[in-house]
């Protein structure tokens, strides 16, 4: 970015510049609605949702966990996807290969940054995607159920665009069942009332 040259701490420039990039967050559409229906909802509305409802849902973890880190988590663990784009979580074809473009994004997005910032954004990202620690099941599992709670407030939107079925729902939850096992229940009850109401099939 040639427009931050005056910037002469080269450290501070850096951070600005990541700071700018990340801004075309709010330009990667996901495949579902916001709640009211209007609009599509983008990863930077997203990921803020997540934090919030990772923050005030900490009770229900399974697992006693850092919902600071959590929070840090959820506000990095979609960055690489103002490069490799959103994949729609029921498209096998595009997790062929979803692993290897967000590894190549990630590379190349905090990268930007230096040293041991850099280090920690990329080993939040990456603990993340492992889901081993108690703060990346927990936070996996409040990724799963926001856009559960979505598709149904929309009548099932991004599950009809996919002739998604319940057994695919079912299995893409599951995390949600031991990671946060007293919110089960909110899985369950949304499934079984969606295929009821023909939002979901068989």
């Known amino acids: 970015m040639q427009c931050f040259e005056f910037i002469e701490n080269e450290k501070l420039r850096k951070q600005i510049e990541f700071a700018v990039e990340i801004d075309k967050m709010k330009l990667v559409l996901r495949r579902n609605l916001v709640a009211d229906g209007s609009k599509?909802?983008?990863?930077?509305?997203?990921?803020?949702?997540?934090?919030?409802?990772a923050m005030i849902l900490e009770e229900y973890s399974a697992e006693?966990?850092?919902?600071?880190?959590?929070?840090k988590i959820a506000l990095v663990h979609d960055l690489v996807e103002v490069y490799?784009?959103?994949?729609?979580?029921?498209?096998?074809?595009?997790?062929?290969?979803?692993?290897?473009?967000?590894?190549?994004?990630a590379d190349k997005l905090f990268g930007m940054l230096e040293?041991?910032?850099?280090?920690?954004?990329?080993?939040l990202w990456d603990e993340f995607e492992a889901v081993e620690t108690?703060?990346?099941?927990?936070?996996?599992?409040?990724?799963?159920?926001?856009?559960?709670?979505?598709?149904?407030?929309?009548n099932g939107h991004t599950w009809k665009l996919g002739n998604v079925s319940s057994a695919q729902v079912y299995k893409r939850m599951d995390i949600i069942r031991t990671a946060t096992p007293e919110l089960?229940?909110?899985?369950?009850?949304?499934?079984?009332d969606s295929l009821k109401k023909g939002l979901l099939k068989e």
């Open 134 to 154: 108690a703060e990346a099941k927990y936070a996996n599992a409040i990724d799963r159920i926001q856009p559960l709670l979505l598709n149904y407030l929309t």
């Open 184 to 192: 089960w229940g909110i899985v369950e009850g949304v499934i079984k």
């Open 40 to 53: 599509r909802e983008d990863d930077a509305a997203h990921s803020w949702h997540l934090a919030i409802m």
């Open 84 to 105: 490799a784009g959103d994949t729609f979580a029921y498209d096998s074809k595009g997790y062929e290969d979803k692993e290897q473009r967000e590894r190549d994004a």
């Open 115 to 123: 040293g041991e910032q850099s280090t920690e954004i990329r080993a």
């Open 64 to 71: 006693k966990i850092d919902v600071n880190r959590v929070i």
